[in-house]
C-alpha cells in the first residue's frame, strides 16, 4: 500500500441513535467502543444478527480510528507465472496439468517482459503466485525474482504463499524439512529480492474444510508457520480467507482467532515498547480509542520495539464456484460479502488493514465495504488469472 485515496465526502453510517438497535448487539458494542477484544461468540451473534447495519456502523467506526477517511492502493502488476499444479483443489478453477488445454508457464525472457511493463506504467509493486509446478527447479524462482529487480529496480516483490514457499522447501531440499527448511528458503528468496509474503493460500484453517476440498494442500499449522518465519526474518505478510463454500460461519471464526493469536505474539514486545496495555490473555487490540495508545497505535517500519515483521492486511475472499469442482454450489450472497469482511475487521482487532480485493468482490462491492471497514481495495492489478466474479473482467491489456 503505497497511495492513500479520501472518502470523507461520502455519507457517514447511520448513527445508532436514529434507529432501533439490535439488543444482542449492545454489549459488543460496548466492546468495540472501549477496545476490548470479541469473543467467537461475540462473533457469531455478529453473523445471525438482522442488524447488519449496526455490524457495518461499528466497523466503519473501527476502520475510521485506525484510518480516517484514508483508502489505500497501490499501482500494482500481478503475475501469475504458471497454471500446472500438482494439485487439484475442488475450489480451484486456475489449475491445469501439464498437457491439458489452457496449461502455461512463463520463461524468464516472459518474466522480464512483465516486469518492464510495470516499471514503464510507473507501478511500485509486483504481486507473484502460480501454480505448484512439480518440475520447475528452485533455481527458477530466485532467478524471476532477480530478473525482476534487473528490469526494475524500484518495485517491490510481494510473491508466492505460504503453499508455495512450502513446495519451494520440499523442492529445493534446503534446511531440511520443517521450520528449518522454511527459513532457508524464505532467506534464499529474500536474498534474490523478495520483499513480502502475499496471504493466499490459508482458505478457512478448519480440518474438515482442509480434507473435504483442498486436501492435498497444507494445514493450517504449517501456513501460519510460514508466516512466522517471514516475520522473524522480518518481512511482512498477508492473510486470506476464501468464504462462502463449504464452511460453516463458526470455522470463519475459528480461522480468524488462529491469525489473531499469532499476530498478538509478533506484536507482544513492540506494545510493550509503546506502553500498550495488554489483557490478562496478551491480547494487543488496535482498534481502540485514543487515549488507549500513548505512542503509536499501529506497527510501522522502524517503530520502537518493532524487531520483526507482521500481518499488514486481512483479506476476505468470496469463493466463485464457477468451473471448479463445487460449481454446484451457489456462492457467498453480497450480503454475506458485506457482512464477513465487517465482521473480519471487527475480530481482526490487531490488524491494521482489511482489504476489499476488488477483482473478487467487484468495484461496486468494494466501494460499500469502505464503509463497513475496509480500508484498502488493492490496486490496479492490470492481470489477473486466477479467479473473477461473473462478468467482470480481470484483463486490462490485450
Given at each position: 500500500?503505497?497511495?492513500?485515496?479520501?472518502?470523507?465526502?461520502?455519507?457517514?453510517?447511520?448513527?445508532?441513535?436514529?434507529?432501533?438497535?439490535?439488543?444482542?448487539?449492545?454489549?459488543?458494542?460496548?466492546?468495540?467502543?472501549?477496545?476490548?477484544?470479541?469473543?467467537?461468540?461475540?462473533?457469531?451473534?455478529?453473523?445471525?444478527?438482522?442488524?447488519?447495519?449496526?455490524?457495518?456502523?461499528?466497523?466503519?467506526?473501527?476502520?475510521?480510528?485506525?484510518?480516517?477517511?484514508?483508502?489505500?492502493?497501490?499501482?500494482?502488476?500481478?503475475?501469475?507465472?504458471?497454471?500446472?499444479?500438482?494439485?487439484?483443489?475442488?475450489?480451484?478453477?486456475?489449475?491445469?496439468?501439464?498437457?491439458?488445454?489452457?496449461?502455461?508457464?512463463?520463461?524468464?525472457?516472459?518474466?522480464?517482459?512483465?516486469?518492464?511493463?510495470?516499471?514503464?506504467?510507473?507501478?511500485?509493486?509486483?504481486?507473484?503466485?502460480?501454480?505448484?509446478?512439480?518440475?520447475?527447479?528452485?533455481?527458477?524462482?530466485?532467478?524471476?525474482?532477480?530478473?525482476?529487480?534487473?528490469?526494475?529496480?524500484?518495485?517491490?516483490?510481494?510473491?508466492?504463499?505460504?503453499?508455495?514457499?512450502?513446495?519451494?522447501?520440499?523442492?529445493?531440499?534446503?534446511?531440511?524439512?520443517?521450520?528449518?527448511?522454511?527459513?532457508?528458503?524464505?532467506?534464499?528468496?529474500?536474498?534474490?529480492?523478495?520483499?513480502?509474503?502475499?496471504?493466499?493460500?490459508?482458505?478457512?484453517?478448519?480440518?474438515?474444510?482442509?480434507?473435504?476440498?483442498?486436501?492435498?494442500?497444507?494445514?493450517?499449522?504449517?501456513?501460519?508457520?510460514?508466516?512466522?518465519?517471514?516475520?522473524?526474518?522480518?518481512?511482512?505478510?498477508?492473510?486470506?480467507?476464501?468464504?462462502?463454500?463449504?464452511?460453516?460461519?463458526?470455522?470463519?471464526?475459528?480461522?480468524?482467532?488462529?491469525?489473531?493469536?499469532?499476530?498478538?505474539?509478533?506484536?507482544?514486545?513492540?506494545?510493550?515498547?509503546?506502553?500498550?496495555?495488554?489483557?490478562?490473555?496478551?491480547a494487543v487490540v488496535l482498534t481502540g480509542p485514543a487515549a488507549n495508545y500513548p505512542h503509536e497505535r499501529l506497527p510501522m517500519p522502524g517503530s520502537r520495539g518493532l524487531k520483526t515483521g507482521y500481518f499488514q492486511t486481512i483479506i476476505p475472499l468470496p469463493f466463485f464456484p464457477n468451473a471448479s469442482e463445487l460449481e454446484y454450489l451457489p456462492g457467498p450472497t453480497?450480503?454475506?460479502?458485506?457482512?464477513?469482511?465487517?465482521?473480519?475487521?471487527?475480530?481482526?482487532?490487531?490488524?491494521?488493514?482489511?482489504?476489499?480485493?476488488?477483482?473478487?468482490?467487484?468495484?461496486?462491492?468494494?466501494?460499500?465495504?469502505?464503509?463497513?471497514?475496509?480500508?484498502?481495495?488493492?490496486?490496479?492489478?492490470?492481470?489477473?488469472?486466477?479467479?473473477?466474479?461473473?462478468?467482470?473482467?480481470?484483463?486490462?491489456?490485450?
Amino acid at each position: 500500500m503505497t497511495l492513500a485515496a479520501h472518502i470523507s465526502s461520502a455519507p457517514a453510517a447511520p448513527s445508532a441513535r436514529t434507529r432501533r438497535r439490535d439488543p444482542a448487539l449492545t454489549e459488543i458494542a460496548r466492546k468495540v467502543e472501549t477496545g476490548e477484544r470479541l469473543t467467537a461468540a461475540d462473533g457469531a451473534v455478529l453473523f445471525a444478527t438482522p442488524d447488519i447495519h449496526e455490524v457495518c456502523r461499528l466497523a466503519d467506526m473501527v476502520r475510521r480510528r485506525l484510518h480516517d477517511d484514508a483508502v489505500f492502493y497501490n499501482i500494482n502488476r500481478h503475475l501469475n507465472y504458471s497454471n500446472i499444479c500438482a494439485l487439484s483443489c475442488k475450489f480451484c478453477a486456475f489449475h491445469r496439468k501439464k498437457d491439458q488445454d489452457g496449461a502455461y508457464e512463463h520463461n524468464l525472457d516472459d518474466i522480464r517482459a512483465e516486469a518492464r511493463k510495470a516499471r514503464e506504467s510507473g507501478a511500485t509493486e509486483m504481486h507473484i503466485v502460480g501454480g505448484l509446478h512439480p518440475w520447475l527447479p528452485f533455481s527458477y524462482y530466485t532467478d524471476m525474482l532477480r530478473a525482476i529487480g534487473e528490469e526494475a529496480p524500484q518495485i517491490h516483490i510481494k510473491a508466492f504463499t505460504a503453499v508455495e514457499i512450502v513446495h519451494l522447501q520440499r523442492i529445493s531440499k534446503r534446511g531440511g524439512d520443517g521450520y528449518e527448511g522454511v527459513l532457508a528458503v524464505l532467506r534464499d528468496l529474500i536474498a534474490a529480492g523478495l520483499g513480502s509474503l502475499p496471504g493466499g493460500g490459508a482458505e478457512v484453517f478448519d480440518d474438515r474444510v482442509h480434507d473435504e476440498a483442498f486436501k492435498g494442500k497444507i494445514r493450517s499449522d504449517q501456513w501460519l508457520d510460514v508466516h512466522r518465519a517471514a516475520h522473524e526474518l522480518g518481512i511482512n505478510s498477508n492473510a486470506t480467507m476464501l468464504y462462502g463454500h463449504i464452511e460453516e460461519r463458526s470455522e470463519r471464526l475459528h480461522h480468524m482467532e488462529l491469525l489473531r493469536l499469532q499476530q498478538d505474539h509478533t506484536l507482544s514486545a513492540w506494545a510493550d515498547a509503546q506502553g500498550i496495555a495488554k489483557d490478562a490473555n496478551g491480547a494487543v487490540v488496535l482498534t481502540g480509542p485514543a487515549a488507549n495508545y500513548p505512542h503509536e497505535r499501529l506497527p510501522m517500519p522502524g517503530s520502537r520495539g518493532l524487531k520483526t515483521g507482521y500481518f499488514q492486511t486481512i483479506i476476505p475472499l468470496p469463493f466463485f464456484p464457477n468451473a471448479s469442482e463445487l460449481e454446484y454450489l451457489p456462492g457467498p450472497t453480497g450480503l454475506e460479502n458485506l457482512r464477513t469482511l465487517a465482521i473480519a475487521r471487527l475480530m481482526l482487532d490487531n490488524f491494521p488493514h482489511v482489504k476489499a480485493f476488488w477483482i473478487m468482490q467487484t468495484l461496486p462491492m468494494a466501494q460499500l465495504e469502505l464503509q463497513a471497514g475496509a480500508d484498502d481495495i488493492d490496486g490496479t492489478v492490470v492481470w489477473y488469472d486466477i479467479t473473477k466474479a461473473v462478468g467482470e473482467g480481470n484483463h486490462q491489456e490485450t
